[in-house]
T-cell receptor, first 107, second 113 residues
């Protein structure tokens, strides 16, 4: 069993829909990261969080340490949000990555 | 943009040949990482460095070696390339205001025939 599991693996949405991507992990962590990988391949860090909630524009990330679960929400989704979203957890000084959620948003 | 470049960006090579990938950073970060990305797997750590001449293995280090003789350069060498090493390779550094954000290079697509 992978130490970091993401769901769903693939997600399609219509423009304007509210999107939720989930991440569950089985190890003790010091922080959790959400990353975005564009269709061209570049990887960008979106959030790093160790408790509570963070918001940046239309993106919201939450984490529940007791339940070992995090969610990434996208409000008012747009075709430019189409990407692979990757969850990663930090144990000691290394990251363990999920396999990603591929999101496609159609106009 | 954390000033990370990778070279080459694309490479085709033959089984058994040595290959060296270069990661270059311009901002003097201490930690540098090499990952590989394959379908069905998350990014997997090959090797990392925590300073000049200080390196350590990741989870998929077999068949790879690294060197860091200068702060700004982290080299990944496939000693004798195999088809199983066909992958996309990403370099990353650790930085940002928290010191914990990972910034990734643009990636190198390697095809081993």
């Amino acid at each position: 069993k992978n130490e970091v599991e993401q769901s769903p693996q693939n997600l399609t949405a219509q423009e304007g829909e509210f999107i939720t991507i989930n991440c569950s992990y089985s190890v003790g962590i010091s922080a959790l990261h959400w990353l975005q990988q564009h269709p061209g391949g570049g990887i960008v860090s979106l959030f790093m969080l160790s408790s509570g909630k963070k918001k940046h524009g239309r993106l919201i990330a939450t984490i529940n340490i007791q339940e070992k679960h995090s969610s990434l929400h996208i409000t008012a989704s747009h075709p430019r949000d189409s990407a692979v979203y990757i969850c990663a957890v930090r144990g000691t000084d290394k990251l363990i990555f999920g396999t990603g959620t591929r999101l496609q948003v159609f106009p | 943009d954390a000033g990370i470049t990778q070279s080459p960006r694309h490479k085709v090579t033959e089984t058994g040949t040595p290959v060296t990938l270069r990661c270059h950073q311009t901002e003097n970060h201490r930690y540098m990482y090499w990952y590989r990305q394959d379908p069905g797997h998350g990014l997997r750590l090959i090797h990392y460095s925590y300073g000049v001449k200080d390196t350590d293995k990741g989870e998929v280090s077999d068949g790879y070696s690294v060197s860091r003789s200068k702060t700004e350069d982290f080299l990944l060498t496939l000693e004798s390339a195999t088809s199983s090493q066909t992958s996309v390779y990403f370099c990353a550094i650790k930085g940002g205001s928290s010191g914990e954000t990972q910034y990734f290079g643009p990636g190198t697509r390697l095809l081993v025939l």
